[in-house]
């Protein structure tokens, strides 16, 4: 008997409280409106948007989708503004397991997300690979795509581009990962 009338009480307890809620539920499209479009009315007072992305991503596949939102950049610049000479400069420092992609052995893998860096790379963007990341992949920088350049460090390379006035986009910056992983170890040179 106790145990019926104590779920007797939660399912009145529950239904008092759900009941609330799908009242406020109906109300509230109208209530709060409709969104509207607009860009920045300003955004030719800024002569050039740099921004530095950041990519560590423990799935080397990633990389592809994060490519659309640079896509999205790129587009929304192009239309919108700002409309000086150089709108957009955009650096990504890869230094994480996604050094694979850049891996000239990888190709066939990789190939749509290669094909597209080659791509934004044609467009100014430019790609930079951590050397240590690189090396505990086994890469030397002559194993990796021409358009890309090994530098001393990715945090030594998002340090130096923040200081010289690039935003950050930190897509990629998870928890630390590690740079070989189960994700990529069949695309590294490491045995």
Not at 1 to 8: E, N
Not at 37 to 50: L, N, P, R, T
Not at 74 to 90: C, N, Q, W, Y
Not at 132 to 140: E, I, K, L, S, V
Request: charged letters at 20%.
């Amino acid at each position: 008997m106790k145990t019926s009338t104590f779920a007797a009480f939660g399912a009145i307890a529950f239904l008092s409280l759900a009941a609330p809620a799908h009242a406020q539920q109906a109300t509230a499209p109208d209530s709060y409106g409709s969104a509207k479009f607009e860009s920045y009315a300003d955004i030719d007072k800024i002569e050039q948007i740099k921004m530095v992305w950041d990519f560590n991503f423990a799935d080397p596949k990633a990389v592809n989708g994060v490519f659309n939102n640079l896509a999205a950049l790129l587009k929304a610049t192009a239309e919108f503004g700002p409309h000086s000479l150089e709108p957009i400069k955009v650096v990504i420092v890869s230094h994480g397991p996604e050094v694979v992609v850049f891996a000239k052995k990888n190709y066939e893998k990789y190939k749509e997300i290669v094909d597209r860096a080659a791509s934004y790379a044609t467009q100014g963007v430019r790609f930079e690979i951590c050397r240590n990341a690189a090396a505990a992949q086994g890469f030397a920088p002559a194993d990796l795509y021409g358009f890309t350049t090994v530098v001393p460090a990715g945090p030594y390379a998002l340090a130096y581009w923040q200081a010289k006035g690039y935003a950050l986009n930190a897509v990629g910056a998870t928890a630390p990962t590690p740079p070989v992983n189960d994700l990529n170890r069949a695309d590294t040179n490491k045995k």
